[in-house]
């Protein structure tokens, strides 16, 4: 039982290099030729002798995982991964934009992924089946390639919730901070969308790349109700939708822009201090776990020790 729980564990690593290697090779930078650093060191551009390339020249420019991988996974995601359940393009869509994904993960490499981790996964338990582990019947066989596999294609899933839950947390904590310097500069004179400018050309996380992204939408002529929306829908934060509801109503209503953001920053202040609050009121449950599982046995043992050596004596 113990060998096979040791080959189970190193063919779930192995699983997992396998797909983290995949990943790096997907979302590795792409090289640059010798013309492209030529140009960077301040080189001359050489020119092209036929003034133009050649479709195979151009083709061979791009990276390998643009002209490989890429296209492989979409493939694999318009053939087999859409027409299995759970895989709604525009649920994963929209959890893609809340988890901040970046390096052009689309929703099609992203299924696509999901497939090549679920066939990794049981080629990998079927192999250390067939060669390492004692011979066993069909059915356990076909049975743990099969739950090796599910495990691989929901793996991604669980990554990307992970990653989810990071960046939300990220929005929720600065958001307070961001509100305070928003109200700072409207009440010093500086409109709303002119504030976020200024904020953001000074500050870099998660929350300003939202306001970056609703300032683009912005300058090509999205209305700002919409503009706001569509923050709300890749955030998915309730503090951050009663903010944005707030400066949208505010907005329509023609409420004083100022008054708004102070009362929504206190608001968010009190909030911030009412979760710490509760947390600090969970940190002794959570500590008495680890306490009796780790703490309490050495300290027993320094205590009762000596006491239980003159009790053998006796």
Not at 49 to 68: A, C, D, H, M, Y
Not at 232 to 250: K, M, N
Not at 289 to 297: D, G, K, S, V
């Amino acid at each position: 039982m113990t060998t096979q729980l040791i080959t189970i564990v190193t063919s779930g690593l192995f699983a997992a290099a396998v797909v983290i290697c995949t990943l790096a090779v997907l979302f590795a930078p792409r090289s640059l030729t010798t013309a492209e650093r030529l140009v960077q060191v301040g080189a001359p551009e050489p020119p092209d002798p036929e003034g133009k390339q050649s479709l195979e020249q151009l083709e061979l420019s791009r990276p390998f995982t643009e002209r490989i991988i890429v296209p492989a996974l979409q493939w694999l995601n318009g053939k087999v991964v859409r027409r299995l359940p759970g895989n709604n393009p525009e649920g994963v869509s929209i959890r893609l934009a809340r988890a901040g994904t970046a390096h052009g993960l689309t929703v099609e490499v992203f299924l696509g992924l999901k497939l090549v981790a679920a066939i990794a996964f049981a080629a990998v338990a079927l192999l250390m089946q067939l060669f390492v582990l004692s011979p066993s019947t069909p059915i356990m066989m076909a049975l743990w390639t099969a739950v090796s596999g599910i495990v691989g294609f929901f793996l991604p899933d669980l990554w990307l919730r992970d990653r989810m839950k990071r960046r939300q947390k990220a929005i929720g904590k600065g958001l307070p901070d961001t509100v305070d310097l928003i109200s700072v500069s409207v009440e010093a004179g500086l409109g709303f969308d002119a504030a976020l400018l200024r904020i953001t050309q000074k500050t870099q996380n998660p929350l300003m790349h939202e306001f970056e992204q609703y300032l683009r939408e912005m300058q090509l002529g999205k209305p700002r109700r919409e503009a706001l929306r569509q923050i709300q829908v890749r955030t998915g934060l309730e503090d951050l939708h009663a903010f944005i509801s707030a400066v949208i109503q505010a907005d329509q209503l023609g409420v004083s822009m100022a008054k708004m953001l102070r009362v929504q920053s206190e608001h968010l202040r009190v909030k911030r201090r009412q979760r710490a609050e509760q947390l600090a009121q969970k940190a002794p449950l959570k500590m008495l776990f680890p306490m009796i599982l780790f703490i309490f046995p050495s300290i027993f043992v320094v205590i009762l020790g000596p006491a239980i050596q003159q009790l053998m004596h006796l």
